[in-house]
């Protein structure tokens, strides 16, 4: 079983650990427009939001904050939302944006967001720190079953032009990213896979085998 509260916690000190050896004005190329404050400043806001849905079951605002010291406040907002998972039932009944209305989706959806964002704050500074097998694969997960189909159903992206079948090279995991028979395919690690379907890595990136026409599919929004 995989240890949220543990990824997120080592996760969450390696974005601190950025914020200690380099210039928060360093851009992310992951993100657009982003400096690496615009992207702490952001995780940490999202931290503080499900805490506050957590703590009290209901739907939240995401508040704006008015930061003076980053890496301070931050932290505050990590140890706050650990906290809050580690002592909350993951059974609890708790609102959410999904059919899952309960504190286990908080609690994974936070240890993937931080991963995701740690994984960015390291590339704008150097090389990025593995993502583990395990939690990447959960990550994949999430992306085929919850985020593609909310793009879809939003109407943020049209339905799929071809069904890809993805294949963890090191976990041995599959999936089917959506609906009928897959004409198209996809091997790579787990991490990669998660890092392609989060536009963080290219389809054509060396790490990454393709078949059928799976960059059709790979080049839309899969993900908010």
């Known amino acids: 079983?995989?240890?949220?509260?543990?990824?997120?916690?080592a996760d969450c000190d390696a974005v601190?650990?950025?914020?200690?050896?380099?210039?928060?004005?360093?851009?992310?190329?992951?993100?657009p427009g982003w400096t690496?404050?615009?992207?702490?400043?952001?995780?940490g806001s999202v931290h503080r939001?499900?805490?506050?849905?957590?703590?009290?079951?209901?739907?939240q605002r995401e508040a704006d904050h008015d930061v003076e010291e980053l890496a301070p406040w931050f932290?505050?907002?990590?140890?706050?939302?650990?906290?809050?998972?580690?002592?909350?039932?993951?059974?609890?009944a708790c609102w959410s944006f999904t059919r899952d209305r309960t504190v286990a989706f908080w609690l994974r959806r936070q240890a993937l967001e931080t991963v995701v964002h740690r994984w960015d704050a390291d590339r704008a500074v150097g090389e990025p720190g593995p993502i583990a097998p395990l939690l990447a694969a959960d990550g994949v997960g999430e992306v085929v079953m919850l985020m593609t189909p909310r793009q879809i159903a939003l109407e943020r992206i049209p339905p799929l032009p071809a069904t890809v079948l993805l294949h963890a090279t090191d976990t041995g995991?599959?999936?089917?990213?959506?609906?009928?028979?897959?004409?198209?395919?996809?091997?790579?690690?787990?991490?990669?896979?998660?890092?392609?379907?989060?536009?963080?890595?290219e389809p054509?990136?060396?790490?990454?085998?393709?078949?059928?026409?799976a960059a059709d599919v790979l080049r839309l929004a899969l993900t908010p």
């Open 16 to 31: 601190l650990a950025v914020l200690a050896r380099s210039d928060a004005t360093e851009p992310v190329a992951a993100c």
């Open 36 to 43: 690496v404050g615009d992207l702490v400043l952001h995780l």
């Open 49 to 59: 939001w499900a805490t506050q849905i957590v703590r009290t079951g209901e739907a």
């Open 204 to 213: 054509r990136d060396p790490r990454v085998r393709l078949s059928g026409d």
């Open 75 to 92: 932290a505050e907002g990590a140890d706050a939302l650990i906290d809050t998972l580690g002592a909350a039932d993951p059974a609890a």
């Open 173 to 201: 995991h599959d999936w089917r990213l959506g609906d009928g028979r897959p004409s198209a395919g996809v091997e790579a690690t787990a991490e990669s896979l998660l890092l392609l379907l989060w536009h963080r890595i």
């Open 1 to 9: 079983m995989t240890d949220y509260l543990a990824h997120l916690r």
